[in-house]
């Protein structure tokens, strides 16, 4: 398990931040993300990511995800514009990761919870129960918007890959599960620029396919651990 208090070597200078209710990402700049989060999601760029912890138990009404977020990030002081999601989960379940060489690093944190498992394809059920898998990827060279799209895929069948190996199953259909009802992922990448070009591909048939494949794993291996001896 690699600690994070440092940046990757030969890469650019990252800070992040690790609390008992959320984790945050300093980027130099603005940096290009493809997200679902809920706070400046899809195609975007941002300063900041965070990813905060609310309570699961706390009564209604609850205020918007994304006012509750950009709230939460002004208290914070963090560089606009954010990138945040939200968990129930602990922050204990923090996993990270990072594979890479003298051309391509990757790397992953994740924090997980348990409690809202699906699998693909199951019924619709409302409201949600708490537990959600959240995962960033932060890969330390330029992507077109197409292979950030691959990266995400790559992201998401590692997360599987990963919670097939533990065997767990949906509460739902009894079926190995797939992920959460609740899942938020981030690719966040450096600009391009005249001396370093946008990579265009990162597949499985890439070494940048492996180093996300492999750090994601790792990653989502260890917070699904965690996840399983802490509870939420």
Known sequence: MITTDRPAPNCHAIEFLHQPDYIVLHLPERWPILSSAVLNGGFSSARSLLNLRVDANAPPPWPPAAQT???????????APCCGMMTAASMQSLGYARSGDA?????CWVTAGLANLRRAGDPADAPPRAGTINIWLLLHQPLTPAAMT?????????????????????PVSGLPASGTGTDSHA????????????????????RAGEHIGRAVLQACRHSLQQCLRVAD
């Open 187 to 206: 690719v966040i990448c450096p600009p391009a620029s005249a001396d370093t070009p946008a990579l265009a591909f990162c597949g499985k048939h890439t």
């Open 69 to 79: 977020l950009q709230q939460q990030a002004q208290q914070l002081h963090l560089s």
């Open 150 to 170: 691959e990266a995400l895929i790559q992201l998401t069948e590692a997360k599987v890959t990963a919670i097939r190996d533990l065997n767990l199953l949906s």
């Open 103 to 107: 051309h391509f690093t990757a790397e």
